[in-house]
């Protein structure tokens, strides 16, 4: 009896994750010829208060199928639930048969997986004795140009003008009349923590999301937090990718309170990039306010410190 419960009370759970959270794949047609195009479609539905962690595809699906474009859009359902759709226009140019593997979808604990697909490619047929095939040309050579020659002599003669130039002052003008020289004075150098919490500041004000900018804003936003990574942790986030940037971020103890907003705001930034996703208003303004709390959590222990006792006292 105990057992019989516990199988119901299990289905009855199931039941309603299935509800509250299914994804959903396919790709139609799902035979092309050589170059021609096939629409792979990702979908997810799921209420809207809920983040959902979605895969970012890269360039190809898998080796051999490429994507020419990628969209993606939300739109609502009702019920406080909403659905997101990403599209993926893929291509082959080799025949064969290709496998688009399964993705993950993770939300409130719970991963769900796509079904996996198959892509068929075929080649187009060639009768050589009927088809006007006509046969590779030979590589041409530019004829040389007398107008291009000379115009690139005379940015050459202007460089060296501008050396010489350069060579007659500092030998009249500072190495013979011995002046020294004066090495400008340093400019203060401001903590990045400072410069990520006004460059943020400004970015609220502006409120790009609002005015439908969302690539421009996530761009700023996640520039700034990858400047101020780099300032303040020597993390060359502006050369990384967001993977790369999360692996990093690991081994840095400081970085632990927030790391897992950091991962959410990063791969929200990638959807909107990449994928053309549109987030909601709210999950836009809770993006700028993850934003700030990476900083604020993660700025110089002494500095906090000083600024909380600095507050006190006001």
């Known amino acids: 009896m105990k057992i019989r419960l516990l199988s119901a009370m299990f289905m009855l759970c199931s039941a309603v994750c299935a509800q509250s959270f299914t994804v959903s794949s396919s790709v139609e047609p799902a ?9 792979l479609k990702l979908v997810v539905a799921t209420p809207q208060d809920v983040m959902v962690e979605s895969p970012i595809l890269s360039d190809t699906i898998t080796a051999g199928v490429e994507i020419v474009q ?17 599209e993926y226009y893929i291509t082959a140019f080799d025949s064969g048969f290709y496998f688009i593997p399964s993705y993950a979808y993770s939300a409130q604990g719970e991963t769900l997986h796509t079904a996996p697909l198959g892509l ?29 020659f000379g115009v690139w002599v005379g940015y ?48 609220k004000e502006e409120k790009a999301w609002q005015l439908g900018n969302m690539k421009a804003f996530y761009t700023d936003v996640t520039d700034v937090l990858r400047v101020y990574l780099e300032g303040q942790f020597a993390i060359n986030a502006m050369e990384l990718t967001s993977d790369e940037i999360l692996a990093l971020v690991k081994k840095v103890p400081q970085m632990d309170p927030v790391r897992a907003q950091l ?39 002494e500095v906090s410190e000083v600024e909380t006792q600095k507050s006190e006292v006001d």
């Open 120 to 148: 068929t490619v075929s080649t187009v047929a060639v009768n050589a004795q009927t088809d006007d095939i006509k046969a590779i040309k030979d590589i041409m050579s530019a004829p040389f140009s007398w107008k291009e």
């Open 70 to 86: 990628a969209k993606a859009d939300t739109i609502s359902l009702g019920n406080n639930r909403i659905q997101i759709n990403q």
């Open 263 to 301: 991962k959410q705001l990063l791969q929200m930034a990638d959807l909107v990039k990449f994928a053309k996703m549109i987030p909601l208003e709210n999950e836009n303004e809770a993006n700028l306010l993850i934003a700030f709390e990476v900083v604020e959590k993660t700025k110089p222990q």
């Open 156 to 203: 050459a003669l202007l460089a060296l003008a501008v050396v010489a130039i350069v060579i007659l002052l500092l030998l009249k003008f500072v190495f013979k009349k011995n002046v020294p020289l004066i090495a400008p004075q340093p400019e203060p150098v401001i903590p990045p923590h400072i410069v990520a919490l006004n460059r943020l500041e400004v970015i």
């Open 31 to 39: 035979q092309i010829k050589i170059g021609e195009q096939a629409l």
